[in-house]
């Protein structure tokens, strides 16, 4: 399960088409969906130089930050409406993620994260012998609980 964090994103965004400030650089654009046992999640980051993505992990959120660095002075600009600075995004992970497995690749501006579910999210099955034993069945644990 994922969570936003970022209540004030549309305030911001608001503020900067109203104002034009770039005092906060636009969000990362994200999609995220569930794909089998992972979580994908991408977010969109055209322009950034790989060595610039730092994507941290603590407890269960996940930040992730980019840089685009600003334009050169001595250029006379005709334009600037892509966003330069640290760009920053924080995910709330949910308890069922593994976050000690999680795997990024960045390619053509799309920065992926794979998160898999962790196994104790998983489901499972339980079997229920009629004599009085019940077997619970998991993919690497098979315990017997007998009724006394």
Excluded: C
């Amino acid at each position: 399960m994922l969570m936003r964090t970022d209540p004030f994103r549309d305030l911001d965004r608001f503020t900067q088409q109203v104002f034009g400030t770039a005092a906060r650089p636009a969000v990362m654009p994200m999609d995220a969906w569930r794909d089998g046992e992972n979580f994908v999640v991408e977010f969109d980051l055209p322009g950034i130089d790989a060595d610039s993505l730092d994507i941290d992990i603590e407890r269960n959120v996940v930040t992730v930050r980019a840089e685009r660095p600003a334009l050169d002075p001595n250029r006379e600009m005709l334009a600037t409406e892509r966003p330069r600075g640290v760009f920053s995004r924080q995910l709330v992970l949910g308890e069922n993620l593994d976050t000690d497995k999680i795997e990024a690749a960045y390619r053509e501006g799309v920065l992926r994260l794979h998160i898999p579910v962790a196994e104790k999210a998983k489901p499972r099955k339980i079997s229920v012998d009629r004599g009085g034993h019940t077997a619970i069945n998991d993919s690497a644990v098979k315990r017997e609980v007998i009724d006394a």
